[in-house]
Every structure is written in C-alpha cells, then in structure tokens.
C-alpha cells in the first residue's frame, strides 16, 4: 500500500497564490477569501508556534491575514513565494504581540516597584511644610514695610525687578537694594547661612 502525502494546503490546485495576491492587492475580494482559505490553517500554525495560546493566536493570525489584505499590493514575486510573504507576515505580528507583551509587564512591574511612601511620611512632611511657612511669615513680618511689599512682588506673585519699580514707582537701584537688604534679614531670621 502506498502512502499519500497530503496536499500542501498553500499550493492547491487553481490559481497560484502569487497571482491571487496580486488580485488581491487590485481589491478582489475574492481572491481573498481564496487566499484566506489557504493560509489561514499555516498562519495560525506559525503564530501559535510563537505565542503558545490558542486564543491570543487566533487573534494575531486575523490580525496577520488582514495585514495580507490591506498590503498584497506589495507583494513582490520576484523577492520571493506569496507561502513565504504571508508567513513573514504572520511571524512578524506574532513577535510583535510578545513584544508588546513583554513591555506591559514590565511597566506594570515598575508601576507595581514605586509604592508610594507611607502615609505617616506624608503627614510629617505636611506639618513640616506648614511650621516652615509660618517661620517664613513671621520673619516676613519682621521686615520693613518697604521691603517685604518688594519682596512680596518679586517672589510671591512673580514679577521682574524692573516690573516691581514699575509698580511701585521707584527707580529700579532702590527696589535691588529693599530686595537684597530684605533677602539679608530673612536669611538671618530663618538662620540660613550665606
């Protein structure tokens, strides 16, 4: 009794493959569904050989042929089989969901890494944040009058020296020096070093 091979499913009677991609790429819906019957079977294949799940295969393999349908007009016969096109094709996509995978695993193990501080750590920062603005008012608050408005203008609400002596109408040497001599006191005050 003699053993039969069966018939590659890529290379069945009719139409080659080749040429049904190129009608393909022409838009013949047809010779899609042509080209569909053939390579899904293989397509699957090379892509479950890769992902090792049915089910995110069957998802990239219909990913893979609708990439077949919408670039057949690339296709090109003379680099090489339409069977070898359409399973580069279908490598690619499913090197590229491990790959994508792969990245979202690692992100989530990132995010997952960066836990954020204990709550205790917030509520002393917190508290240490609002002592420290208190000892900056009160050291504000022993300013001169002219030289806390300054610094007000030029730190607090954001203006430019020449625009805080536009403001208050002083030459612009007169506000630098309230400034500095007022920078001077603060730092003594909060017991910074120069």
């Known amino acids: 009794m003699e053993s039969r091979q069966a018939p590659d499913p890529v290379s069945r009677p009719g139409p080659d493959l080749s040429e049904l991609l190129t009608l393909v790429g022409r838009g ?10 053939r390579t899904a079977g293989a397509v699957f294949g090379v892509v479950l050989r890769v992902l090792r799940d049915a089910a ?27 069977s070898a096109w359409v399973m580069t094709i279908a490598h ?25 501080p204990p709550p205790g750590d917030e509520v002393a920062e917190a508290v240490e944040s609002s002592l420290e603005a208190e000892r900056v008012r009160r050291c504000l608050d022993g300013l001169s009058g002219p ?15 020449p625009q805080v002596a536009s403001k208050l109408g002083l030459a612009l040497g007169t506000v630098k020096s309230r400034i500095r001599d007022g920078l001077s006191r603060l730092r003594d005050c909060l017991g910074v070093g120069r």
């Open 92 to 116: 690619r996509r499913a090197v590229d969901r491990v790959r994508s995978e792969r990245a979202a695993a690692d992100r989530e193990a990132r995010v997952a890494s960066a836990a954020p």
């Open 147 to 161: 030289q806390r408005e300054s610094i007000v203008l030029a730190y607090y609400s954001g203006f430019s020296y």
């Open 56 to 82: 995110q295969s069957e998802e990239v393999a219909q990913e893979a042929l609708l990439e077949v349908w919408r670039t057949a007009g690339r296709f090109d016969p003379q680099r090489g089989s339409a």
């Open 28 to 37: 013949d819906q047809a010779a899609f569904e042509s080209v569909y019957d």
